[in-house]
């Protein structure tokens, strides 16, 4: 007798999701900043509970838990989802729409927003969960489905290994997860290889020597120092990395003085910068320290610069085999299905569950764009108008959005449990 193919099997076991749209509106109106996920995560180990086959661990690395569901004998599967927010006030006018604001970790209070889809991400996960429960039947081995805090900063997947994570719960033979993109929604993208880029930031601060803003002469003006600094960072990946090397350098912030008269005694950079070899960002954060060491020699600055690492996002690189056997399963069902997706500097700490023990992954890029909206943007030529994440417009379609992301990770985590 012929197998059913994963394809059939959900297409006759597909669940209601109307119950999810709900709760995904739920999410996206009360967000919550990075390592202040309470309600959240509460409300994830709640609805988990009502499947009555978990074993859930909470409070992993801040308010990260995971579920466990013992299954029968066969491979570990981790799915994972992120579930914090951003500090960016909403406008898009949605009838769920944020207006939520918090306190942020240095005390301020912020306007908070699902700008980056993780709201998609939790909800796509609860309901596959459900979904792999609902045919328990015809698979056997064990399920993890793991919720992150604290993405955005780049520090969740870290904290939470930090904090025993694979002590907690059975330590997998594949992490699997999945991030909604600007693409067009139904659309789900994945490569072999590296997938999206290895991120960095830091704080530079430089010093000079304040004054009266009529007698230049007396000072050391750090806004003059840290202007040549910003001119000089543009020429290292235009002008020191291979053209046929991935590397984007950003100064994102520039910070110094008070008022129109007075000249600063420091000012502050924010660089982010992106790679993909290890090579590479060396070579990036070395050609930064000789820039600012250099202009501050120049300038006459007082005190040597200080550098101040603020996150770092690894590299996310898919295993070959894995990628390859998902991507026979995604070919057999998702219609607009694209194996050779290409890389994007988008960057995730996701890859740090599955690198700190030498775990077998895969990631792949789900569209959230509205289709109408998209086809019409490509054919005047203008998609790239179309708002992406961490934009305060950003706004995934709910359908068919959350029923391909449904369906990707259940045909992800079957390919590797399936009997």
Not at 70 to 77: D, H, L, P
Not at 103 to 125: F, N, Q
Not at 169 to 175: A, G, N
Not at 214 to 236: F, K, N
Request: glycine letters at 8%; proline letters at 6%; a negative charge.
């Amino acid at each position: 007798m012929t197998q059913p193919t994963l394809s059939t099997i959900l297409t006759s076991s597909s669940i209601d999701l109307s119950p999810y749209e709900s709760l995904y509106k739920h999410f996206h109106a009360h967000p919550e900043l990075s390592r202040q996920e309470k309600s959240t995560s509460e409300t994830l180990a709640a609805h988990l509970t009502t499947l009555k086959v978990f074993d859930i661990h909470t409070h992993i690395g801040g308010y990260g838990l995971a579920g466990v569901f013992r299954n029968g004998e066969g491979n570990t599967v981790l799915l994972r989802a992120d579930m914090d927010a951003l500090p960016v006030k909403e406008l898009i006018g949605l009838p769920y729409a944020s207006t939520v604001t918090m306190r942020d970790s240095e005390g301020i209070d912020k306007p908070v927003m699902h700008a980056c889809g993780h709201d998609m991400h939790i909800t796509c996960l609860l309901a596959a969960a459900e979904t792999l429960v609902k045919i328990r039947d015809v698979w056997s081995g064990t399920l993890i489905v793991l919720f992150q805090p604290d993405e955005e900063r780049g520090g969740g997947a870290q904290a939470m290994v930090d904090d025993g994570l694979y002590d907690r719960i059975p330590v997998p033979d594949y992490v699997l997860g999945q991030h909604v993109m600007r693409m067009r929604a139904g659309k789900v993208g994945s490569r072999p290889g590296a997938i999206m880029a290895a991120a960095d930031s830091m704080k530079i601060t430089v010093f000079g020597r304040g004054g009266h803003g009529s007698q230049p002469h007396q000072t050391v003006d750090p806004v003059v120092l840290a202007a040549h600094i910003v001119i000089r960072l543009q020429g290292i990946v235009s002008r020191e990395v291979n053209p046929s090397e991935l590397a984007v350098l950003t100064v994102g912030s520039l910070q110094a003085g008070q008022t129109e008269n007075i000249i600063a005694d420091r000012a502050e950079i924010g660089v982010d910068f992106r790679s993909v070899r290890v090579e590479v960002r060396e070579q990036i954060i070395q050609a930064i320290k000789r820039i600012v060491e250099a202009e501050c020699l120049a300038s006459g600055s007082p005190r040597a610069p200080v550098f101040t690492p603020t996150r770092r996002f690894p590299p996310t690189l898919n295993d070959r085999d894995v990628a390859a056997r998902v991507a026979a399963a995604f070919a057999s069902h998702i219609d607009d299905f694209d194996d050779d997706v290409p890389r994007t500097n988008v960057a995730e700490d996701f890859s740090t569950l599955a690198t700190c023990r030498d775990i077998p992954s895969c990631f792949w890029l789900l569209g959230g764009m509205d289709p109408e909206l998209w086809d019409r943007a490509q054919v005047e030529g203008r998609t790239e108008e179309i708002p992406g994440n961490h934009s305060a417009l950003f706004a995934p379609v709910i359908q068919p959005t959350m029923r391909v992301g449904v369906d990707a990770l259940c045909l992800a985590a079957l390919t590797f449990l399936r009997k």
